[in-house]
């Protein structure tokens, strides 16, 4: 069966139509869960009809995969543009602690229950599980490209920035769900900070 023709939005008005499906959709999902939720309710959130969300949507998938992608690559400019500082500043350390701390920040608000239901989707459903990969890449490549231009980069590519990603990942998930009362968490984020910079060498001028 054809896939339904969704509206891809142009004008002022459409885009910022679809900008407030995604802050209802978002806002849902964290109170109910990605399948506590349908599209109806996060129609009625947005203050539109389900009609006009189907316009632009295909289904609640597609609005959790445009949720997901808009995170990804404002988190993705964001972190870019916190390294790219080093340029100016030459404190490797303290921007790549600027920038675990924007990726931390980025996370809070988000709900146990939509994290948890997340996560299980990777493993259970291909689209998810293709997105988690293709942001994961398109992000190491990105801060990959920003190191360098810095004038640093990793001494083993992308084995390291593979296991960068590993790291921070599970940081991050400490920090907003706190798994481990016992754990300093200023402390953690310095010691990761500590093995980040470990991995870097100073490139020659060419």
Known sequence: ????????????????????????????????????????????EAGFSTGSVYAYFEDKKGILLACLNKFGNDLTNNICREISSVSENGDIFSTTKKAIRILVKSHE????????????????????????????????????????????????????????????????????????????HNILIDECVRIIVSMLVKKENT
């Open 1 to 44: 069966m054809d896939k339904k023709e969704v509206r891809i939005p142009q004008q002022k008005r459409s885009i910022e139509k679809k900008e407030k499906i995604f802050e209802a959709a978002m806002r849902i999902f964290n109170e109910k869960g990605y399948f506590g939720t349908n599209t109806a309710e996060i129609a009625k």
């Open 109 to 184: 608000g988000q709900s146990r229950l939509y994290h948890d239901e997340i996560t299980s989707l990777q493993y259970r459903d291909e689209d998810i599980k293709k997105y988690f990969a293709n942001v994961r890449k398109t992000m190491m490549d990105a801060v990959t490209s920003e190191v360098e231009a810095c004038g640093y980069a990793f001494k083993q590519g992308r084995e390291q920035t593979f296991l960068l990603f590993q790291m921070v990942e599970g940081i991050q998930d400490e920090l907003t769900f706190d798994h481990s009362p016992d754990i300093n």
